[in-house]
């Protein structure tokens, strides 16, 4: 039989003549699907390689008049999303695959990427490619392209997403959909991810936001979906290309994160000891790995717009332990370069406020608000009871030395539970707040989170401020709640 290269000669033979046997008729038929099938269902269905993407769009946030909050402008439409859900949460993953056709349905021209395992588990129900990237380069590609993150989870997934760029100084906004087990830091409900994407995606522009329908959004990425570039940017939809104003924007929370550096006995860093060489995706025992498709080998180089930082980032804690040994660990503690105290204890955590509901809560230490720039030493079941958590400056320089009585030990140390490393007599960790710059585009630094905004009619904006976190500690924490018969 002769090759064939479309369907309609394997049907031409089939119907004219009576002479093909059994065994040709099987792999005419067989020719026929499986061309069928290749053009339409795999060439849909695949995984691209994210380094084909532009570069990523970096958003500003402007100060707002009336609240503490920031402002999210978006200086043209975003394009590449990265779409994070909760792993092994199979109901999760039927409402990324709603969200995602939600998206590629109603915003032309935005690109979906995910993380490389979950690429692979999801792309056989998406109609239409995804883009991912293997472990080993997903940490500088992500950076390098990624405009906006959605998570949907629970604060593990948050801190999951952020960890992916805890070695670059410049992290996409992330809008949250609580789907996890507590969900304090997660802003929206996932019923609302239609109006909550909408208003991210539109955050900046001169439409309102009550108006944003498809004709809107396809108008804003018509270009984008024709393959050029869209030097105009908002002003297809803009009308004279004015700002719409900041009463119509994603308000915006930046969190503070911690810089880390681990230092030898010598004074050597050796964060590169701890850095991963992969994105610390977890093994979930694929036989095996999804074949990523590159259309261009003109991939944007990796490595300016994330701004790659000597220091890790945590925007929880820093902790460090006694981990398996039967004894208390001993840790000399620095401020400023001054000679704090040697701690006796389980362990010692720097914290951020926003990781003060964390780890240091359940150690005893102060929960403070997000806005407040600070960070926390909170000691892990201290010997002496007169060891009390601090609350210290942002800027504040903490050392972390292990003292000699130590016998030899090696301690653990955990970066927002992410990325550990061993530790030995004389080593240091050297913690301090990431410094917040403001500049011509506004503000620089932290982990920008978009957050839902108050329904309460307040002209001085306090209620919009601490709406969620008053909310969250109620509602979640059950901050001083009653109890007895009675309550």
Not at 6 to 17: D, E, I, M, R
Not at 175 to 197: H, I, N, P, Q, V
């Amino acid at each position: 039989m002769s090759r064939l290269c479309c369907p309609a000669q394997a049907f031409a033979l089939l119907n004219t003549t009576s002479k093909v046997t059994n065994i040709t008729r099987c792999r005419l038929k067989l020719a026929a699907q499986t061309w069928r099938a290749f053009s339409v269902s795999t060439n849909r269905r695949q995984i691209l390689d994210v380094s084909t993407l532009s570069n990523r769009i970096v958003p500003h946030y402007q100060q707002t008049k009336t609240a503490s909050l920031l402002a999210l402008h978006w200086p043209e439409p975003p394009r590449n999303i990265l779409l994070m859900p909760k792993l092994h949460a199979p109901h999760v993953t039927v409402s990324a695959v709603e969200f995602a056709k939600h998206i590629h349905n109603n915003y032309p021209g935005l690109n979906l990427v995910f993380e490389s395992h979950v690429a692979h588990t999801i792309h056989k129900d998406l109609p239409f490619p995804i883009y991912s990237a293997a472990p080993a380069d997903a940490t500088a590609l992500y950076a390098d392209k990624i405009d906006l993150v959605t998570t949907m989870g629970g604060d593990g997934t948050i801190l999951r997403a952020a960890s992916l760029f805890s070695s670059h100084f410049g992290v996409p906004p992330i809008l949250a959909f609580s789907m996890g087990t507590l969900g304090f830091l997660g802003e929206w409900k996932f019923d609302e991810y239609k109006r909550a994407f909408r208003e991210c995606y539109m955050s900046g522009c001169s439409v309102s936001t009550e108006d944003l329908g498809d004709p809107h959004t396809r108008t804003a990425t018509t270009r984008a979906i024709d393959g050029l570039p869209d030097p105009e940017g908002w002003d297809s939809v803009r009308g004279n290309g004015k700002c719409m104003g900041l009463n119509r924007t994603s308000k915006i929370l930046l969190r503070n994160r911690l810089r880390v550096g681990i230092y030898d006995s010598e004074g050597r860093n050796i964060n590169e000891h701890i850095l991963p060489t992969s994105t610390a995706e977890p093994s979930l025992g694929l036989e095996g790995e999804p074949v990523f498709t590159a259309q261009s080998s003109t991939a944007g180089a990796a490595g300016g717009r994330g701004g790659n930082s000597p220091y890790l980032h945590a925007i929880n804690e820093v902790s460090i332990d006694r981990g398996s040994h039967p004894h208390l660990a001993i840790i000399d503690i620095f401020v400023n370069g001054h000679f704090l105290t040697e701690a006796v204890a389980d362990g010692i955590l720097i914290s951020t406020p926003t990781g003060s509901t964390a780890y240091s809560l359940s150690a005893g230490g102060s929960i403070v608000h997000p806005l407040v720039k600070s960070l926390l030493i909170t000691p892990i079941s201290p010997r002496s009871l007169s060891f009390r958590p601090l609350v210290l400056p942002l800027h504040t320089k903490v050392v972390l030395r292990l003292s000699k009585r130590n016998r030899g030990r090696e301690l653990p140390v955990s970066i927002d539970g992410k990325r550990r490393l061993g530790v030995t007599i004389g080593m240091e960790v050297r913690v301090e707040g990431e410094k917040l710059e403001r500049t011509e585009d506004g503000w620089k630094g932290g982990v920008p989170c978009v957050i839902r905004a108050s329904n309460k009619n307040d002209s001085e904006g306090f209620g919009e401020d601490d709406d969620s976190w008053v909310g969250g500690l109620n509602g979640l924490l059950k901050f001083n709640y009653p109890f007895g018969s009675g309550s």
